[in-house]
């Protein structure tokens, strides 16, 4: 039997795809796909998010929103303040390696720090690197004292986010309290969140890395996480559209078709195969059929329009894709209300 040792050093580095930035990007894919997620783990129930007009309701609403989106909250918030914190340290660490970690205990170490002299991985691991609050406020006062490349300059404006990013990890973490209610945290990731993992992934080593972490192009070439920011600049801000650009954005990481024109040939096989079953559909569960088109994130003829009747009266309410998971629901509005009409068909009637 293997000793604990044994099993714990049984590991590969996660360096292997695009370099050491990886497991930066691994914590922002996570981040991001939580966070996309969060209208689908809701069931598209946006009513339910709706701020109540006393304690007593609001406490109820919080305590019924369904158990996915908190653990999407969390895993939104703890993986993005990873992300932000490396992103932070390896600007300090650009500068020198003690600027992140605490040698002061390890005399030989700190000796061969100061000097440049080479420090092997496993004494390097030893060391215990500095709290998320402390680098920040280290690369921030750097900064101010032109110490740091300019380049960086995104994370002292980006201050206020960091400072509260770090706070509600802290709280989750250490305490498990405080998920940031559903509306809440679409104005945190979409106007402070977006523009700081916009900024950090536009330069080194982060830039030219966006398969390991943005969602794939859409077949209707709207950019989600780009729409989403630019719509919580607003004040009027539209639920309704954020939720719409998040589940297209959430099945967009769920799109089987590959992006690389080298997966032509799977791509075309995967297609007919999705297209042939969605055309053998039937009355299905969910209702009866009103009519299949194109997808707006696979670009596959695999979108299911579901239609019901109600007093009398027949409308469309779901629009599933058999091909990359998409689920719209009548509440997120028609496209042509968001300003898509030309690049979306409208899925939404009753008569
Ligand atoms: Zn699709």
Not at 98 to 110: E, F, I, M, R, T
Not at 233 to 250: C, D, G, H, I, Q
Request: net charge negative; hydrophobic share 40%; aromatic share 10%.
């Amino acid at each position: 039997m293997r000793t604990l040792d044994e099993i714990a050093s049984d590991g590969f580095p996660v360096t292997g795809l695009h370099g050491p930035q990886d497991h930066a990007l691994v914590s922002l894919d996570v981040a991001l796909r939580a966070y996309v997620s969060t209208t689908y783990e809701i069931h598209g129930k946006l009513h339910l998010t709706e701020p109540a007009s006393n304690a007593d309701e609001q406490n109820a609403r919080d305590f019924n929103l369904f158990s996915g989106y908190s653990r999407a909250a969390f895993e939104t918030i703890v993986h993005l303040q990873h992300f932000a914190e490396l992103v932070v340290k390896d600007a300090l660490r650009r500068e020198h390696d003690l600027l992140v970690v605490l040698a002061s205990q390890h005399h030989v170490l700190l000796h061969k720090l100061i000097k440049g002299e080479p420090v092997d991985a496993a004494d390097y691991e030893r060391l215990h690197a500095v709290d998320a609050a402390v680098a920040l406020e280290r690369a921030c006062k750097l900064l101010g004292a032109c110490k740091l490349d300019t380049k960086y300059d995104f994370i002292a404006a980006n201050r206020s986010f960091l400072e509260k990013l770090n706070a509600l990890r802290n709280r989750l973490w250490h305490r498990g309290t405080l998920v940031l209610r559903y509306r809440a945290l679409d104005e945190f990731v979409g106007r402070y969140g977006l523009p700081f993992i916009k900024a950090a992934t536009a330069i080194d080593p982060y830039a030219g890395c966006e398969l390991a972490w943005k969602p794939k192009a859409l077949s209707c070439a709207i950019d989600p996480l780009e729409e989403i920011e630019v719509e919580l600049r607003s004040a009027n801000w539209s639920v309704a559209k954020v939720a719409f650009l998040k589940e297209m954005a959430r099945a967009a990481y769920q799109n089987p078709l590959e992006e690389s024109p080298w997966f032509e040939h799977d791509n075309e096989s995967k297609r007919k195969l999705v297209e042939a079953t969605v055309a053998e559909l039937g009355t299905a569960e969910l209702g009866s059929i009103e009519r299949i088109t194109s997808c707006p994130v696979c670009g596959m003829d695999a979108l299911v329009i579901y239609e019901d009747m109600d007093d009398g009266c027949a409308y469309t309410w779901l629009a599933k894709c058999e091909g990359c998971t998409l689920e719209l629901r009548s509440s997120y509005g028609n496209p042509s209300t968001h300003g898509w009409a030309g690049k979306i068909e409208e899925y939404w009637w009753e008569r």
